[in-house]
């Protein structure tokens, strides 16, 4: 279970990435997020995010066309 | 890098007025800033209509062929017919309204949200003169430069753009 949730479905590039940035930063670090999206680029976008800020992503799955992610706040 | 942060750097010049122009420098700007990159945009020229308080943007199919028209337009409309009165009005209305239903945010949505990521703009102080605009009709919270002003900061940046 995350320690918090974001709903990102309908959101298109680059409004998930954005959003989830923004829940970050005000969780504390080793907290989770989970994030739901329908932008299918978002799976992509969110490898390349946990990259370059050092957050790992946990999982990355796609179930009925929703994307689900989980970072870990580093 | 000799700056004072070690935070990778990314320099854009925006110079269309356009509402499809006016997505790129605000999309990459607004992902880079959430990476952790410094970003500063100046816009000059056309590009000083994005930092209008109530931008009046538009998109038009004149002089544009890579542009989709709906409904097999093009068809009906070739070329010439992109120029008839009324066609740019309907191009942006039908524009706006698929990207509302797309859920692509707004250039009004995207531009507060690379404020509040600390983006900063700079609006070209010349073009500013040139087209007759004073601060009252930009926004806040943007400074007023030149070309030196902007080579400063895009001669140590990691990534540099012109659009």
Known sequence: ?74 | MAGKSSNKKMAIIATKGTLDWAYPPFILASTAAALGYEVQIFFTFYGLQLLKKKPNLKVSPLGNPGMPMPMGMDKWFPVLGTAIPGMEAMMTMMMKSKMKAKGIASIEELRSLCLEADVKYIACQMTVDLFDFSPQDLIDGIEYGGAAMFLAFAGDSDICLYM
């Not at chain 1, 080793?30 to 790992?56: C, E, H, M, R």
């Not at chain 1, 796609?62 to 689900?68: I, Q, R």
């Open chain 1, 1 to 74: 279970m995350a320690d918090q949730e974001l709903d990102a479905r309908g959101l298109n590039c680059p409004l998930p990435i954005l959003r989830a940035k923004k829940a970050l930063n005000g969780m504390g670090s080793g907290q989770t997020l989970k994030i739901i999206a329908t932008d299918p680029g978002s799976v992509k976008d969110f490898q390349a995010f946990a990259k370059q800020t050092g957050n790992p992503l946990l999982e990355s799955n796609e179930a009925n066309g929703e994307y689900v992610f989980v970072l870990k706040k580093a």
